[in-house]
């Protein structure tokens, strides 16, 4: 073994270097070395070398992407987890929206849970006495119709009703601010707006003027369902402590 040539001793140094050579192939190599300053002094410093060469890690691009890829998930989560949160805030808010328009929007209160009947004070300001029914709230909401000497006047209460119960007192006063009692008779009052020509100015500018409407009939509710209230030649009671018990 020891005619072996240098070259071929050289060629299977990394497989020993690597104990991955066989057994003949080690004792070739070694005992070549024993006998061999030259080729002992490269295999030294081929071993030292590969001594100082860190080790690559298998796949090195592969983890990379793997690496990318958890951080992308991570990343990920949290998006999606603020997304819910910004979409259970929106919720909230829609539905506190709608619920708020719910319960601030009107709709007719049926006339069998109010019982009304109408009064004048010494100025001739007309009030209505409210008997609410069955334990039932009074919301002071009332929507105004005239038409033709007819006038509705419409007692409201919200669309939904939650823990606002209204004015639960049995007995309300309430002032009628388009109604005045005058000779004997209604009057439904209004604001009519006219534009009119300054030629001082020369512009045009508003006028208002102040028109009263003879109430032939005064209707409580709606046409589906109400209770008459007034018709003409009908005596309205006088109430001098009426504004009082309004609050005015």
């Given amino acids: ?34 006998n061999c300053e030259t080729c002992r002094a490269y295999y030294e410093g081929m071993t030292a070398r590969l001594e100082k060469t860190p080790v690559p890690e298998e796949d090195t691009s592969f983890i990379r992407f793997c690496r990318r890829m958890e951080s992308g998930f991570r990343l990920r ?6 997304l819910i949160a910004a979409l259970a805030v929106l919720a909230c808010g829609a539905g ?26 010494v100025n001739g300001q007309v009030f209505a006495c409210i008997e609410m029914q069955d334990g039932y709230g009074w919301y002071g909401w009332t929507m105004w119709k005239y038409d033709r000497e007819c006038l509705w006047v ?31 008779r209604l009057y439904y009052v209004e604001q009519e707006c006219d534009v009119v020509y300054d030629e001082e100015n020369d512009l045009y500018a508003d006028q208002w003027t102040t028109v009263k409407k003879p109430i032939g009939v005064l209707h409580w509710g709606t046409p589906d369902d109400f209770t008459t209230l007034y018709e003409q030649g009908d005596e309205i009671p006088d109430a001098p402590d009426a504004s009082e018990k309004a609050g005015k």
Avoid: Y
């Fill in 77 to 82: 989560r949290v998006l999606v987890w603020l």
């Fill in 154 to 184: 419409t007692p409201e209460m919200p669309s939904l009703v939650l823990w606002n119960r209204g004015n639960t007192n049995p007995e309300q006063m309430e002032a009628l601010q388009h109604v005045v009692w005058e000779d004997g």
């Fill in 1 to 34: 073994m020891c005619n072996v040539k240098c070259e071929v001793v050289r060629d299977l140094m990394p497989l020993v270097a690597d104990d991955v050579a066989s057994v003949e192939s080690r004792q070739l190599v070694q005992a070549h070395l024993e």
């Fill in 96 to 121: 506190g929206i709608i619920l708020s328009d719910r319960m601030n929007a009107g709709v007719s209160m049926p006339v069998e849970r109010t019982k009304a009947s109408l009064f004048h004070d």
